[in-house]
């Protein structure tokens, strides 16, 4: 646990430090000052904190009186109330993969959200499982350390993405060497924001890797030598996913994102994983740790290995 704690807090200074030298660097460029910036990042943090649980949870349907989930109603009770927070609101969606997230705040409300393929595959002790790492973000304030963490980077890759996009189009349409050459610097300066962002990223990511084990930690506090059922439910999942497209949009809040496996016997992939020896660069550019070390953890906190 000292170690987790001590990992997040490396991974929060090395990011807020690479946000710091990238603003530096841009602001200096452009003449910009500092008072500005510290005028306008409120504002977009203001905006993303109330528009993310809208544009996140769009297309999903609360669960409230319907009868036919009562029961997993009732066992998002129980896991808020053995995690010491307050119930979050229940969402359930229609899209095409199984899976599981939180999202929400103050304003709206703590909300988690689990799909229809994810209800089919799983067993109850399974999604109780999922619900109870889902509700750990809730508990840890994961959506409000991220969204104001990953402010920076998100600006800059609008901006980057919008130059890019820009440049090329002058490209194709230059008529002359004047709008040829803009064209040009256009796309340098958005290929230039581009790799800023993903300096940057490098550490956030690392930062929501962290994130994720201390929600299977509090999973597997909660569930004891049960959260094998974590474990077991993320095998499913990503036997599941292994022949899944996902839109790259909804990436960042995939349970598992998809990996090209052949197992498809779900203990059978707890123990290739459990003996295979992962590369710390395997998941560098993944919002989450590689399963195989997800499920060696969840197995070790709950005495299975």
Not at 42 to 48: G, N, R, T
Request: proline share 6%.
């Amino acid at each position: 646990m000292k170690r987790l704690w001590a990992e997040m807090a490396v991974a929060a200074a090395l990011t807020i430090a690479a946000e710091a030298l990238v603003t530096y660097v841009i602001l200096y460029i452009l003449g910009i000052p500092l008072w500005a910036l510290a005028a306008a990042l409120p504002v977009f943090w203001l905006i993303q904190w109330l528009a993310a649980p809208y544009l996140i949870g769009r297309g999903a349907r609360e669960v409230t009186d319907d009868p036919s989930f009562s029961w997993l109603r009732e066992v998002v009770r129980d896991i808020a109330a053995r995690s010491g927070v307050k119930e979050p609101r229940l969402y359930v969606t229609d899209d095409p993969f199984p899976n599981a997230f939180a999202f929400g705040n103050l304003v709206s409300g703590r909300r988690v959200a689990v799909t229809r393929p994810l209800l089919e595959i799983l067993t109850k002790d399974e999604l109780y499982a999922v619900l109870a790492h889902e509700v750990g973000h809730a508990r840890h304030f994961d959506v409000e350390l991220m969204t104001a963490l990953g402010l920076i980077p998100t600006a800059l890759g609008l901006v980057g993405n919008f130059l890019l996009y820009a440049g090329q189009a002058l490209l194709l349409a230059a008529l002359d060497e004047a709008a040829l050459f803009l064209g040009i610097i256009i796309l340098a300066i958005g290929f230039a924001l581009f790799a800023a962002t993903l300096f940057i990223q490098i550490f956030l990511l690392w930062f929501n890797r962290l994130r994720e084990t201390y929600a299977d930690l509090h999973a597997a506090r909660l569930l004891g030598p049960a959260a094998v059922n974590l474990a077991k439910a993320l095998a499913k999942i990503q036997i599941y996913m292994s022949n899944v497209r996902i839109d790259p949009f909804r990436g960042p809040v995939l349970t598992v994102p998809p990996m090209k496996i052949r197992e498809t016997d779900p203990d059978k992939l707890l123990s290739e994983w459990l003996s295979r020896r992962v590369s710390p660069l395997a998941d560098v550019l993944s919002t989450h740790p590689h399963p195989a070390k997800r499920v060696r953890a969840i197995l070790q906190w709950a005495g299975r290995v």
